[in-house]
């Protein structure tokens, strides 16, 4: 392969694919190394349903209602937290413009914090399962197992460009306090915690500014407790929310680099 105008080689396919690899698996080791993240997202989203889903048992639907809506409620938590807080102290702490000065594709380094997201996703969902099958005595099809499985990790697309936001526009210092300022209401108002139509009328028309209560509401219809309304309409706020973010994210970058 020839070399660029600058006397350097351009990479190729496996050199590209490598450093990607290399990328998704560094920033891996390096949350799971994190007691501080990696506890509380593990262990909060299993807590709640142990507590409200198994032990207290409100109705005999809220075991599987709790099964969809604490599995948005796990993915928000490394979705923001590794987006929103990872990337505001990497910028202010100069790790990421050292790495915009490596062959390291912008790609693989979004990817890799995708990818993060997704790892513990997966963990959350699989052990939300065993627990909500042999715990509270869950029921489902298989297909609804699958499918369930696959609307709440997709969750990471609309929470990780709220994250990219969010870590694109604030400081180090306050990226925790915004990122929790967002996280926990949220989660409330979007109907993760009770379900909405237990909240007052104001706050069931408040929650559909959230991408929360939509992806949450694909859940939930998976098993057929969602509040109605038409998937297709749901799955396109969750799109909008997404560009809408990632444009936002955009602009707080060409903000820092005009600078």
């Given at each position: 392969?020839?070399?660029?105008?600058?006397?350097?080689?351009?990479?190729?396919?496996?050199?590209?694919?490598?450093?990607?690899?290399?990328?998704?698996?560094?920033?891996?080791?390096?949350?799971?190394?994190?007691?501080?993240?990696?506890?509380?997202?593990?262990?909060?989203?299993?807590?709640?349903?142990?507590?409200?889903?198994?032990?207290?048992?409100?109705?005999?639907?809220?075991?599987?209602?709790?099964?969809?809506?604490?599995?948005?409620?796990?993915?928000?938590?490394?979705?923001?937290?590794?987006?929103?807080?990872?990337?505001?102290t990497e910028r202010d702490s100069g790790a990421l413009?050292?790495?915009?000065t490596t062959p390291m594709p912008v790609g693989a380094y979004l990817l890799s914090r995708?990818?993060?997201?997704?790892?513990?996703?997966?963990?959350?969902?699989?052990?939300?399962?065993?627990?909500?099958?042999?715990?509270?005595?869950?029921?489902?099809?298989?297909?609804?197992?699958?499918?369930?499985?696959?609307?709440?990790?997709?969750?990471?697309?609309?929470?990780?460009?709220?994250?990219?936001?969010?870590?694109?526009?604030?400081?180090?210092?306050?990226?925790?306090?915004?990122?929790?300022?967002?996280?926990?209401?949220?989660?409330?108002?979007?109907?993760?915690?009770?379900?909405?139509?237990?909240?007052?009328?104001?706050?069931?028309?408040?929650?559909?500014?959230?991408?929360?209560?939509?992806?949450?509401?694909?859940?939930?219809?998976?098993?057929?407790?969602?509040?109605?309304?038409?998937?297709?309409?749901?799955?396109?706020?969750?799109?909008?929310?997404?560009?809408?973010?990632?444009?936002?994210?955009?602009?707080?970058?060409?903000?820092?680099?005009?600078?």
């Amino acid at each position: 392969m020839p070399p660029t105008s600058d006397g350097a080689r351009p990479l190729g396919l496996s050199g590209r694919a490598c450093i990607y690899v290399l990328e998704a698996r560094g920033q891996f080791l390096t949350v799971a190394r994190t007691p501080g993240f990696t506890i509380p997202t593990l262990v909060f989203p299993l807590m709640f349903y142990v507590f409200f889903g198994v032990v207290m048992g409100f109705s005999p639907a809220a075991p599987t209602f709790l099964l969809a809506t604490y599995g948005v409620f796990g993915l928000i938590g490394p979705s923001l937290f590794g987006f929103g807080v990872g990337l505001a102290t990497e910028r202010d702490s100069g790790a990421l413009l050292l790495k915009q000065t490596t062959p390291m594709p912008v790609g693989a380094y979004l990817l890799s914090r995708v990818v993060t997201a997704l790892l513990f996703g997966m963990v959350i969902v699989v052990g939300l399962f065993l627990l909500g099958a042999y715990a509270a005595e869950v029921r489902l099809y298989r297909w609804q197992w699958f499918a369930l499985a696959g609307v709440v990790l997709s969750s990471v697309i609309p929470f990780c460009s709220l994250g990219l936001a969010i870590g694109a526009w604030v400081r180090a210092q306050s990226a925790v306090a915004i990122v929790n300022l967002v996280y926990l209401p949220m989660a409330f108002l979007s109907g993760l915690w009770i379900p909405i139509s237990l909240l007052p009328s104001f706050f069931r028309d408040v929650a559909v500014v959230f991408p929360a209560y939509h992806q949450s509401q694909l859940a939930l219809k998976v098993v057929a407790l969602d509040e109605g309304g038409s998937a297709g309409v749901h799955v396109l706020m969750v799109g909008i929310f997404t560009v809408v973010f990632l444009a936002v994210a955009v602009a707080g970058f060409r903000r820092v680099g005009s600078r």
